[in-house]
């Protein structure tokens, strides 16, 4: 087991190097004149020469990249051009707002999903048909337009939530969830659409195994033999798109924390983005692949408690 | 928000059969398909024809207009800048569709090729593919496109051309399974043979077989494009003076107190699009699996069915008349039916009647297809989706089975009618230990304590002699063999005490060697625990070595029945005279039974 996660992590931090290492490449050698656009049109053309010099840019690319990378692995990422912000701060101090609202809505959208999956597909008939629908409908609207939908119904017309804002999970746990109850709906509508075909679609699979006929022959009820033992077996395909959908979380958090004004991560990445800050933007990249790689990892663990025949591979 | 990889991928065997047939027409004649192909034709419509149709240039601004209201100079209203919102919808319709459909382009030029080139060459080309996908796949596509952003700027055509990179592994694994499951078909190494060109081979074969999964996948992509792109300009990080629905939206949105209604038309014009693009897709997949025979759902309704169970009776041994053991299981006329999606029904047992008496051996035999497994099912009342008892009785015991509630046939089942499967391998729950399997129905059933159940496995285990119980008890299914497998499946059936076990096939997917070894272990505990077995087999030498009476079935009736020595010496049917035959051709492993016609003697197996 130890051997297992030390061979994931050592792909992954591999991983994580190939992909730094190429967001570098591309940013750096896809910026225009960076001091330029830092100091605006007016600035003399001295004042961006010191300030390339200032920001080091007069060096090689691949020094440059040596120098970056030496500091990433001692955690230093350098500071923000515009506001001088180390960018290690600028992320930290606000990963842990995104991280809540992403876990809280992986959680929800868990038990929605399993729960309407294995409902559609013990019941079939109307259920079935029901949770398709519901499922094309989560699968096709985008979930910024499911934000907005429910900022204007459920804040603004209803005034059952605020419309914007947050409170920290640390400080209180019912203001917490009261500022992210409709951006985790938001967020999970598509996650729980995706999950829930899979459950029921590796459900019904399961269901046929032969297996389950002769559990069922030895006195089992159909309810025990389902949420014992099919359950189990049809979760491995389904935390596998988990996986996937958490990838996808990180980025729909973006937008969606930009509608409720949540001061995660999507305001750093959108408001570097659009300045063009290369350092906040490496980091935000680096901090993400670390996130995704780590979360393989769990789902990976995961699956071998739950498949046996995975946990040799 | 929805990413590539979540996009159900078509089944490539469903669409190599379906290749060939008109799915085009029939997904006019799918309802939910015709709508969507209406909605979307409409949408391009409109987007090819802003120029005309759209009243004012739409990105004129006019500062007395600010949030006008419907009016007839604006028949939508005007924005926050002014500007006609309806002339801004349609030019905003031509560029998020286009947008998108540029970015599925790209994905499909970049995801073919490379998805035909490693599905065709494969060795080192699919590794770097592998590799290329987990690193595109490593970061979330909207922080992909940021970066992006911050570098290449606000062009909504560069940025798509950049998402159309980040969705070409879903075109990638598409092509690369069809080209890989095409390439081992049989007629492409006919065309190599007949000196075909390799780039001829890949024009005119595989992409006939991806051609209609491209197109689903390039529907569900091309919401997702709309999706992603649409995003993008709401968060301010589009190109303003191109108007897109997201550009609208981001304005809208900021204007979300005074003019709520501005959010209308761009949600709308989204949440269609894609809407109808996933129903598209939908509807395509699903005629495609239609024309390649996959059954519909099935319907309700099927209750009226008469059910057939007229034909000849079955040729009837008189009894030895020493046997005078009490009736335990007596089957009439059963009938077994699977509803067929067009509401009639589909018999595959076809009015069986047969008894078995307590502590009997009764062989059930026939070839496959004949309806044995299907009779077995049915007693235990655990037959496949769809399948159901049209008519006729199971009495057990005095209890009329085939008319019982499920929550009766729990009690049933187990404890008083065993079952041993066919395929040892596949009959164990391959997330949970040997031990625990044998260990939950014996608490369920029996009501005996976890430690007394793991206590008497272990016996069990034992007794149907498997060597090392406890080290069995820890293992999982895929550790085990077949043979043990199975021995583990017998140690199950008689757990619970049962008065009848139903054995189908026992030994038919396991070794030879390990066959013999199964039918002794079963006629071992037979004879210690006086169960009766009802054995499913098409094997005369499986009847010989236990039987004390057999049922000869053939197309799902049973066509001869009697004790198994006055069968054996006296087949009267013509079926069960040729199955005698076929055990006869074969018969050298099994004994003499060559030479000893005469004698109308069974090999000596069975006297042990």
């Known amino acids: 087991m130890l051997r297992f996660i030390l061979r994931r992590l050592l792909a992954g931090v591999f991983l994580l190097f190939v992909v730094s290492s190429l967001a570098y490449l591309f940013l750096y050698l896809g910026a225009g004149d960076i001091a330029r656009q830092i100091l605006g049109v007016s600035a003399t053309q001295e004042q961006v020469a010191q300030k390339a010099t200032e920001l080091g840019l007069d060096q090689p690319l691949a020094t440059r990249y040596v120098d970056w990378l030496s500091a990433a692995v001692r955690g230093d990422f350098g500071t923000s051009w515009f506001n001088n912000q180390p960018v290690v701060e600028a992320i930290t101090s606000r990963l842990a707002v995104t991280l809540s609202l992403v876990i809280g809505t992986t959680i929800l959208t868990a038990v929605v999903a399993t729960a309407l999956g294995v409902w559609a597909a013990k019941k079939r008939g109307a259920a079935d048909r029901l949770v398709q629908i519901v499922s094309v409908l989560g699968f096709a609207i985008p979930g910024f337009l499911i934000a907005i939908f429910l900022v204007n119904v459920f804040a603004l017309n209803l005034g059952w939530f605020r419309p914007t804002g947050f409170v920290q999970l640390g400080t209180s746990f019912p203001g917490w969830l009261s500022t992210v109850t409709l951006p985790i709906l938001a967020l999970s509508t598509g996650a729980i659409a995706a999950i829930a075909s899979q459950v029921r679609g590796s459900v019904i699979d399961t269901m046929r195994q032969d297996w389950v006929r002769t559990l069922r022959s030895r006195g089992l009820s159909e309810n025990r033999v389902l949420y014992k033992h099919v359950l189990r077996n049809a979760g491995g395909p389904a935390l596998a798109v988990l996986a996937v959908q958490f990838v996808g979380l990180l980025g729909g958090a973006i937008i969606v924390e930009q509608i409720f004004a949540i001061p995660g991560l999507g305001p750093v990445a959108v408001g570097s983005t659009a300045r063009g800050d290369i350092p906040l933007v490496m980091g935000l990249v680096v901090v993400t692949a670390a996130i995704v790689v780590v979360v393989n990892i769990v789902i990976e663990i995961l699956h071998g408690f739950l498949n046996p025949k995975a946990r040799i591979s | ?608």
């Open chain 2, 1 to 608: 928000m929805s990413e590539s990889a979540t996009t159900p991928t078509p089944d490539v065997a469903t669409e190599v059969r379906a290749a060939r047939s008109h799915v085009g027409r029939r997904l006019l004649r799918n309802p939910t398909g015709l709508a969507a192909i209406i909605v979307l034709t409409v949408m391009i419509l409109l987007a090819i024809f802003a120029d005309v149709l759209a009243p004012m240039d739409p990105s004129k601004a006019n500062i007395q207009d600010v949030l006008a209201p419907a009016s007839d100079a604006h028949p939508l209203g005007a924005d926050s800048a002014g500007r006609d919102v309806l002339s801004r919808l349609l030019f905003a319709t031509r560029f998020s569709i286009a947008g998108a459909l540029w970015a599925v382009l790209i994905a499909a030029v970049i995801g073919v090729t490379s998805g035909l080139l490693a599905g065709y060459y494969q060795k080192w080309f699919e590794s770097v593919s592998v590799w290329v996908v987990s690193i595109i796949q490593a970061l979330p596509g909207i922080v992909v496109l940021l970066a992006a952003r911050a570098v290449i700027g606000p062009s909504i055509w560069l940025i798509m051309a950049v998402f159309g990179v980040i969705l070409a592994p879903a075109f990638y694994r598409l092509t690369y399974a069809a080209v890989v499951g095409v390439r081992n078909e049989l007629f492409v190494d006919a065309a190599r043979v007949a000196g075909v060109g390799d780039a001829s081979i890949i024009g005119r074969h595989i992409l006939s077989v991806v051609r209609a999964p491209i197109i689903i996948q390039a529907a569900l992509l091309a919401g997702i494009g709309i999706a992603v792109q649409s995003g993008l300009d709401f968060l301010g990080l589009g190109d303003t003076n191109v108007p897109t629905w997201g550009q609208m939206l981001s304005d809208a949105f900021s204007r979300m107190y005074q003019a709520p209604i501005l959010l209308i038309w761009p949600s709308l014009a989204i949440a269609l699009t894609s809407i109808s693009l996933v129903l598209f897709g939908n509807a395509l997949r699903d005629e495609l699996e239609r024309a390649a025979g996959k059954p519909k759902k099935r319907r309700r309704g099927a209750a009226a069915y008469v059910p057939d169970a007229s034909g000849p009776a079955p040729v009837t041994h008189v009894e030895d008349g020493d046997d005078a053991r009490s009736v335990l299981l007596q089957v009439d006329d059963l009938v077994v039916g699977y509803d067929q999606p067009g509401g009639g029904v589909k018999q595959v047992v076809n009015g069986v009647s047969l008894q078995v008496r307590k502590g009997e051996v009764h062989g059930l035999i026939g070839e496959s297809g004949s309806g044995k497994t299907q009779t077995a099912w049915s007693i235990l009342r655990l037959l496949p989706d769809g399948g159901r008892i049209v008519g006729g009785s199971v009495s057990f015991d005095g209890k009329d089975l085939a008319h019982s509630s499920e929550n009766e046939m729990v009690k049933i089942r187990g404890r008083r009618i065993a079952y041993i499967p066919q395929e040892p391998m596949s009959n164990l729950d391959p997330s949970f230990t040997i031990g625990s399997q044998l260990v939950e129905p014996m608490t369920v059933a029996l009501r005996v304590s976890r430690a007394e159940a793991r206590k008497r496995a272990l016996e069990l285990l034992a007794r149907v002699g498997i060597p090392n119980p406890q080290r069995t008890f820890d293992s999982y299914p895929h550790e085990v063999s077949g043979g043990m497998a199975q021995r583990v499946l017998i140690a199950g059936a008689v757990s619970c005490e049962a008065d009848l076990i139903i054995a189908d096939e026992p030994t038919t997917a396991l070794d030879v060697t390990v066959q013999a070894d199964i039918l002794d272990l079963l006629r071992d505990l037979q004879n210690d625990l006086h169960v009766a077995v009802l054995i499913v087999t098409h094997n005369f030498g499986v009847v010989a070595d236990l039987c004390d009476r057999v049922s000869v079935m053939q197309d799902g009736r049973i066509v001869e029945t009697g004790p198994a020595r006055s069968i054996f010496r006296d087949p009267q049917h013509p079926y069960t005279r040729s199955l005698f035959d076929a055990i006869l051709e074969d018969g050298a492993a099994r004994g003499p039974l060559a030479h000893s016609a005469d004698r109308n003697t069974l090999p000596e197996r069975s006297a042990r």
